[in-house]
């Protein structure tokens, strides 16, 4: 369908696509079985620009938004969705600072994220706070000009292999969610480490990691806002990044509906391609309606997330619960379109099915998405 993108939107996802078939394609396999990082990839992606797509041109960014974001997610997930989501995990902490922070901390950070120089990681997650994250125990308590940090953090995408994170901890327990605030904590700083690197089911080309704190300072000026506006800074965060997770999902599903068209059109039984076989056909058709639908979705609520309304966060959950659902489906489908081959690892399906499953669990469950849009309904936010 022609979703009327300008001019410079068709470039990114033509020069997106061309670096993800270039650079990602011949390496994903290798990148997925060695669960290695790809900072040479990410380097070209820094090179052409795409990395600062959605940063304001005042902090040395393209200026594009939400929509920008998903363009160049969705097309490198198409490829692989490992490395889709190094490039989108950079957004999820680029955005609190975008949205909350003060000038002088736009000014000395998104340059950087703009160019490449930093790439960066989110931390809410914690072994007890997942979708709860007014559960969060990781406290920053104030002494003089700076807080002192102490809590773990845990599945944080770009672990280790970050510059800069973007922290929420609390800074007044007994007020719940109202108690949290988000801060910026850069690599190095004493008494931030590292701890357990997982071993992932699918997105294995993704670090993830755990960011422990063990009195941990960190100066007063690095708080994002003022204190106890950290969940609602993650939240807007969230109401711009789930469209991003729909658009990885999105991707994936493409790439998996790619791979069954082009197989059964050429995997010969019975004297004819079985894409001739009327079942086969249905299929097709049931998965490509699936991912256009997604894809509609997904590139709605992105707009709508970059046209300043506010009542965008139940449209967000859509965008996510929706297209990583599709994602899941199709790829499911496309392994049993493959056969026996599609459970091989010399074709690609087998790692997108793998790959299409977190998309239903970060950024907030599917589940969670569910009780955000009910939420949303019932307060005539939507409809």
């Keep these: 369908m022609n979703y009327f993108l300008t001019d410079e939107q068709k470039e990114i996802k033509q020069l997106t696509r061309k670096l993800a078939e270039e650079l990602v394609k011949p390496v994903r396999q290798e990148l997925d079985e060695k669960g290695e990082f790809p900072h040479d990839i990410m380097k070209e992606f820094s090179k ?18 939400v929509f920008e974001m998903c363009l160049v997610v969705e097309e490198i997930s198409r490829v692989c969705g490992g490395v889709g989501v190094c490039y989108a995990a950079n957004g999820l902490a ?70 800069l994170y973007t922290v929420i901890a609390n800074t007044s327990p007994e007020r719940g969610s109202r108690g949290l605030s988000a801060f910026i904590v850069e690599k190095g700083t004493p008494g931030f480490t590292f701890g357990k690197h997982e071993n992932k089911l699918g997105i294995r080309a993704s670090v993830t990691a755990e960011l422990i704190f063990q009195d941990c300072r960190v100066p007063v000026e690095n708080r994002i806002g003022t204190e106890g506006t950290g969940f609602i800074t993650a939240m807007r965060t969230f109401d711009r990044t789930r469209p991003g997770v729909g658009a990885q999902a999105l991707g994936i599903a493409q790439g ?27 299929r097709l058709a049931d998965m490509a309606t699936k991912v256009e639908a997604a894809r509609a ?6 707009r709508y997330a970059d046209s300043g309304a506010k009542d965008v966060a139940g449209f967000s959950s859509m965008a996510k619960l929706f297209a990583s659902d599709v994602a899941m489906y ?41 009780l955000v849009i009910a939420r949303e309904l019932l307060r005539g936010k939507i409809f």
């Design 94 to 163: 680029a955005y609190p600072i975008i949205l909350s922070s003060s000038e002088e901390q736009k000014k000395k950070i998104l340059p950087k994220m703009a160019s490449g120089e930093w790439i960066g990681a989110f931390g809410l997650t914690e072994p007890d706070a997942g979708s709860d994250a007014s559960s969060i125990k990781t406290t920053a308590i104030k002494d003089g000009d700076h807080y002192v940090l102490n809590g773990t953090k845990c599945f944080i995408t770009n672990g280790e292999v970050a510059h």
């Design 256 to 282: 998996a509906l790619e791979a069954a068209t082009d197989y059964t059109s050429k995997r010969v039984q019975f004297g004819a391609p079985i894409s001739s076989l009327e079942g086969i056909q249905f």
């Design 48 to 65: 052409a620009g795409l990395l600062g797509i959605y940063i304001p041109e005042a902090y040395g960014g393209a200026g594009g938004g």
């Design 330 to 370: 199709v790829t499911v489908e496309a392994v049993q379109l493959f056969g026996g081959y599609g459970y091989m690892k010399d074709y690609p399906v087998e790692k997108m099915m793998r790959d299409a499953k977190i998309t239903q669990i970060y950024e907030g469950t599917n589940e969670v998405q569910r």
């Design 297 to 302: 979705l997904v590139y709605s609520a992105a």
